[in-house]
C-alpha cells in the first residue's frame, strides 16, 4: 500500500470539503434576508402577528397569512387602503393599519445598534409608508419608511435604533413588544424619469415581512466589517474614455435655430429627460472630467469644452449685490429664451438670490453644489489652461467668500452651515479647492465636532441624534476622504468599514452586486459605488467590475453613459431616488473610479504628533512621535512644531523647537521648503529631573506655505502633562 498517495489524497480531500463548508458558510456579498449577518431574530414570522386596528371602520381589515418567506416562513399582510377616513371622525383622510407582536418577558437591546427587518411588496402601484415600532412601558418609538410597499424584491433594510423617536428616551432594556403600520400614502413616489407620468396609484396588496431581527455594528463586533488600509481600482482606459466621451456628447449645442439655446456649453443632469435640469453638481461634475480629460490625454476637444463651460458656470454666478451673491443656484431649467432658477420651498416664488430663510437658501443655493462648483472651478486653476485667470480667480473668492458666510447659521452650531453633514463636506472641500485652508479648516473642525459618530465610529448622516440612517456619501466616500483630509486615518477607515457592512446590495433580478446609496440598501447604486470605489472602500475593484456591465454599449441610446442605478427605487426613511435613467453623475463618477478621486486631490499633507505617556512623573522619558503622510499631489512645506508650556495657550507664547533640546521664542520652522514624504518615527525625547514647571504641555505641529506662514492644514496638538 502506497501510505504517501493515501495521505496525499486524504489532505486533498480535506482541503476540499474545508473549502467547500468555508463557502457555504459565508455570507453573500450583498446584504440578504437569511445571510446570517444578525445577532438575534426577534420575531421569525412563523406565526402571524396581532391585527390591531384600522384609522376607520370604512378601511377593511387586513388578512394576515403564513406563507414562504425569504428564511423560512414569513408573515403576509393583505391591505386594501383605497378609503380614507371620512371627513367629521377623528382620523379624517387616513387611511392605516396596524399589527402587534407583544413580548414575554422584555427583550433587552442594549447590546445592539440597528434593528433589520426584512419586507417585500407586491403592487409596483401602491407606494404606501411603512412605519416599524418598538414599544416599552412608557409608549411607542417609531420610525418611518416613505413609499415602501412597492418594494419588488426581497430586501433586508436596517434601522439605526437611534432612528426611532417618541416621546422622551426610549428604554431599550425594556422593550414589551413590536409594531408595524401600513399607512397611505399619496403622491408620495418619484417616478424612474420624472418627464413622464407614472401609472395611478393604487393602495392595496400584500406586504411580506420575514427575520425581524438586531444587530450590533459597533467596531469589532461579528457583522461589522474592518479595514485595514484603502483599496484601489484597476484602471480600465477603455472604460474611462467611453465615460468622458459620453459626456461630451451631450454638452447642449448652440442649436440650429437663432438664438442659440440658453442651456448651450452645459449638460442635463439626466440625458433622458424633455426638459433639461441643468443642476450645478452635475455641470461641476462634468468640468472636472473634461479638465482631467485634457490632462490625460492632450485631447483638446476636451480643453475646449471646459473652458466654454467654465466660462458659462461664472457667469451664473450669483452677482453682487445680491443677498446670496457669490454662491450659485442649485440648478436651471430652461423657461422660453432663458434658464430658470428653481422655486423658494416656502412659496412659490423664483429664486432670486435675496433668499434670507435658511429652507429657502438650502433650496436655491444648496451649499453642496456650491462647494462642487467651486471643486471643479479650482481643478481648472490648477490645470493653468483657463483663458482668463483673473475671472476665475474672482469666481473662486466669491464663491468661497459666500460659504464662510454661511457659517454658524444655525443657532448651536458655530461654524457649521447645513444640519445635514454632506453639504458642510462639500463645501469644505469647496474652500480648499479655492486656496482657503484656514477657513476649511475651521468648518471642518465643526463637521468632525458634529458629525461624528464615536460609538459606531462612521459619520452620520445630520447633526441631531436621530440623523442616524446610513447614507454612502457620507459614512463610505467624501466622509471618510473628509476624515482622511483631516488626518484622521483611523477614523476614516471605520467609517468606510461601516458603510461596507451595512450597504453591500444586488440587484433586483441578482445579476450584478455593488454598493446602494442611501439607507436600506435597495440596488447597486452607480454614482454611490464608484464614489465609494473612488475612496477606496473594501472590495472596490469587485464593486466596479460588476457596474461595468452597465455602461451604454457602442450601439446605444447613450453610448458610454452609465445608468444612476440597476433598478429604479425611491423609498425608505431618507427617500432615495434611484433612476435607470443615463446621467451625469453615474458617469462621471465611474470616470473617477477609474482615473482619479478629484477630492482626494485636495488632501494636503498631514503631520501627525504623539507622546508616549499622557501623564509624566520624575524620572520618566517624554518620547515625541512624528508621522507625515504626503498629499495627494507633491508638496513643499515649512515644518513647524513647538511646545506649549504650562500658562501658555497662544502662538505668542509657545517655544519653537530647532532640533535636539533647542527652542527659540521666535517663530521659525523645523525645516525650511522641505519635499514633504512618508515619515514615522521619534524625533525627541527627554528624561523629566523634576526640576521642570509641573502642569499642562501641548506639543503642536504644523505644515505651512514655504515663506508664508499659510497652514496648509489645522495645527495638530500632542498633550501632556508633568507631576513632579
Not at 294 to 304: C, L, V
Not at 339 to 347: F, I, K, Q
Amino acid at each position: 500500500m502506497n501510505t504517501r498517495r493515501i495521505l496525499a489524497r486524504t489532505c486533498f480531500l480535506v482541503l476540499i470539503l474545508g473549502a467547500n463548508v468555508a463557502l457555504s458558510a459565508a455570507p453573500p456579498f450583498g446584504v440578504a434576508c437569511g445571510d446570517g449577518r444578525v445577532d438575534t431574530i426577534l420575531d421569525n414570522f412563523d406565526s402571524a402577528w396581532t391585527f390591531c386596528c384600522t384609522a376607520d371602520a370604512v378601511i377593511p381589515a387586513p388578512t394576515l397569512r403564513t406563507v414562504p418567506g425569504c428564511n423560512g416562513d414569513a408573515m403576509a399582510v393583505d391591505y386594501d387602503l383605497t378609503n380614507v377616513a371620512p371627513s367629521g371622525s377623528s382620523n379624517a383622510g387616513q387611511s392605516w393599519i396596524v399589527l402587534q407582536k407583544f413580548f414575554s418577558p422584555d427583550k433587552n437591546l442594549t447590546s445592539y445598534t440597528h434593528i433589520r427587518v426584512a419586507m417585500q411588496g407586491s403592487n409596483l402601484n401602491s407606494h404606501d409608508n411603512i412605519e416599524v415600532k418598538l414599544r416599552d412601558a412608557s409608549g411607542l418609538f417609531t420610525t418611518a419608511l416613505r413609499s415602501m410597499t412597492d418594494l419588488s424584491a426581497w430586501r433586508a433594510i436596517y434601522l439605526d435604533l437611534r432612528e426611532f423617536t417618541g416621546t422622551g428616551t426610549i428604554d431599550l432594556a425594556h422593550i414589551a413588544g413590536l409594531e408595524i403600520a401600513v399607512v397611505r400614502c399619496a403622491g408620495c413616489e418619484v417616478v424612474d424619469n420624472p418627464s413622464n407620468a407614472g401609472p395611478s396609484e393604487e393602495h392595496a396588496g400584500t406586504l411580506y415581512l420575514d427575520e425581524f431581527a438586531a444587530v450590533d455594528l459597533k467596531p469589532g463586533a461579528a457583522n461589522r466589517l474592518s479595514e485595514t488600509g484603502f483599496e484601489t481600482v484597476s484602471a480600465n482606459s477603455t472604460i474611462r474614455a467611453n465615460a468622458a466621451n459620453a459626456l461630451l456628447d451631450r454638452i447642449v449645442p448652440c442649436g440650429s435655430a437663432a438664438p442659440c439655446s440658453p442651456g448651450m456649453d452645459l449638460i442635463p443632469a439626466w440625458f433622458p429627460e424633455t426638459n433639461p435640469n441643468f443642476n450645478t453638481y452635475a455641470v461641476a461634475e462634468a468640468l472636472s472630467v473634461f479638465v482631467s480629460e485634457f490632462q490625460a490625454t492632450g485631447n483638446t476637444a476636451f480643453r475646449d469644452v471646459a473652458k466654454r463651460m467654465a466660462a458659462k458656470l461664472i457667469s451664473l454666478q450669483i452677482a453682487p449685490g445680491r443677498t446670496q451673491a457669490g454662491a450659485w443656484y442649485t440648478t436651471h431649467t430652461i423657461q422660453g429664451d432663458g434658464l430658470r432658477p428653481p422655486d423658494r420651498s416656502s412659496e412659490s416664488v423664483v429664486c432670486d438670490g435675496n433668499e434670507t430663510l435658511v429652507a429657502d437658501i438650502d433650496t436655491c443655493e444648496w451649499i453642496g453644489n456650491v462647494g462642487w462648483a467651486l471643486i471643479a472651478l479650482g481643478k481648472l486653476q490648477r490645470g493653468a489652461f483657463y483663458d482668463d485667470p483673473i475671472a476665475l480667480k474672482d469666481a473662486l473668492d466669491r464663491g468661497a467668500a459666500w460659504i464662510v458666510g454661511q457659517f454658524g447659521r444655525n443657532t448651536g452650531y458655530p461654524d457649521l452651515i447645513s444640519l445635514g453633514i454632506e453639504g458642510n463636506i462639500s463645501g469644505y472641500f469647496g474652500l480648499l479647492a479655492a486656496g482657503k485652508p484656514d477657513e476649511a479648516a475651521l468648518l471642518g473642525s465643526a463637521i468632525y465636532q458634529f458629525g461624528w459618530d464615536s460609538v459606531q465610529r462612521r459619520m452620520k448622516t445630520g447633526v441631531r441624534s436621530e440623523d442616524a440612517p446610513t447614507a454612502m456619501d457620507v459614512s463610505g466616500s467624501w466622509g471618510a476622504t473628509f476624515l482622511r483630509s483631516m488626518g484622521r486615518i483611523e477614523e476614516a477607515l471605520d467609517s468606510q468599514a461601516y458603510a461596507a457592512s451595512v450597504m453591500r446590495v444586488c440587484s433586483f433580478d441578482g445579476s450584478l452586486c455593488a454598493y446602494g446609496d442611501i439607507a436600506g440598501p435597495y440596488t447597486p447604486a452607480v454614482e454611490f459605488t464608484a464614489q465609494a470605489a473612488a475612496a477606496g472602500i473594501k472590495d472596490a475593484d469587485f464593486a466596479m467590475q460588476q457596474i461595468s456591465s452597465l455602461q451604454g454599449p457602442d450601439n446605444g441610446t447613450y453610448p458610454g453613459a452609465f445608468p444612476g442605478a440597476a433598478d429604479h427605487w425611491y423609498g425608505g426613511p431618507l427617500t432615495p431616488w434611484n433612476t435607470t435613467m443615463a446621467g451625469v453623475s453615474p458617469t462621471a463618477w465611474a470616470y473617477f473610479a477609474h482615473s482619479g478621486d478629484p477630492l482626494l486631490e485636495l488632501i494636503p499633507p498631514t503631520l501627525l504628533l504623539t507622546v508616549n505617556q499622557a501623564s509624566l512623573r520624575t524620572g520618566d522619558t517624554l518620547i515625541l512621535t512624528a508621522r507625515v503622510i504626503p498629499g495627494s499631489t507633491p508638496t513643499a512645506a515649512d515644518v513647524y512644531i513647538a511646545l506649549q508650556v504650562p500658562g501658555c495657550t497662544a502662538l505668542a507664547c509657545s517655544l519653537y523647537w530647532q532640533g535636539d533640546v533647542n527652542f527659540t521664542t521666535t517663530p521659525q520652522p523645523y525645516v525650511s521648503n522641505w519635499s514633504v514624504s512618508a515619515f514615522s518615527g521619534p524625533i525627541f525625547s527627554y528624561t523629566f529631573s523634576g526640576t521642570e514647571q509641573a502642569g499642562s504641555y501641548v506639543w503642536l505641529g504644523a505644515f505651512t506655505v514655504p515663506g508664508t506662514g499659510g497652514i496648509l492644514r489645522g495645527i495638530m496638538q500632542a498633550p501632556f502633562t508633568f507631576t513632579p
